[in-house]
């Protein structure tokens, strides 16, 4: 065998290798018995390759289809979807099942579910299969009835999948936080808490006819209380923190007005001292205007022996009746 023989023959080796990298035919065998012929091309399964998609992956995906009823899955619609960063086995898993259910799930909104980033085949097993959401996801929801007393509740929701809402619809965190709100009213509006324990059932009533599931990706089904435990009496706690207030309030304003007493005694006993000063000023001029006197001819000897006379007849009166003794304490 010469040269040109062995080139030959490399050729057409190297031909068939990448005629079966290509075309696979044996996938094309399979698609063929499967779906029938022009489901899935050759010219579909070059075209694959050369796009850098997996050719089994859409090929299964229209066998699957087209095995459970739904024809009108074409592979370049798979192939788009692909192309745009979906999970086109979640897609075809989804119609499948919607299918099974009776569920309307078109082909273009399963691909805007999945392209949204919500999983498509577990949305439409929680539509044919209701969730169970806790209320809150741990702990209870604390509330105060009108009588002060708190209540500890805790609500488990039922929903299933809404799915015309599922692209831009509100996730289980907004029914969550709904349904919480919504306790909280419904106990807060409550006479009192022994109403709320003899019908707990009137809470979940109440919740569910506010619509909470509106703009959310989910429909409740119900809203069942599945704790409720009584707290403290938060009303008798804020009445003494009140009372405590109060208190505190009063005895600051009855300092101010002690203070304010104090001040004004103070303010007294300088007055007291500023006129015993003036006294003490004007008994100072005594001696002198009687010097004056004795000058001019207006105060003789006797006149002055005789006053001396009637201050010391005084001053033993006073000293008798112990007058003289209060006005000292008095004055100091």
Known sequence: MNVISLVLLGLI??????LFYFVPIGMWIQAVVSVGLGKVSIVDLIRMRLRKIPPRLITDGVINSHKAGLTHIETDMLETHYLAGGNVANVVDALIASDKANI????????AIDLAGRDVKTAVQTSVYPRVIDAPKDGYLAAVAKDGIEL??????TVRTNIPGLVGGATDETIIARVGE????AIGSSGNYSQVLENPDNISKAVLNKGLDA????EILSIDIADLDVGKNIGARLQADQAEADLRVAQAKAETRRAMAVAE????KARTQEMQATVVKAEA???KAMADAFREGNLGVF???NLGNIKADTGMRDSIAGTSKKSDKGKE
């Open 285 to 287: 001029e005594v001696p």
């Open 13 to 18: 080796v190297l031909f068939l290798l990448l």
């Open 265 to 268: 005694e103070q303010e007294m």
């Open 215 to 218: 703009g959310t990706a989910y």
């Open 182 to 185: 919504g306790i909280v009213s």
């Open 104 to 111: 309307d799930l078109q082909f273009e909104t399963a691909t």
């Open 152 to 157: 500890k509740a805790r609500a488990r929701v």
């Open 303 to 305: 006149d002055y022996y």
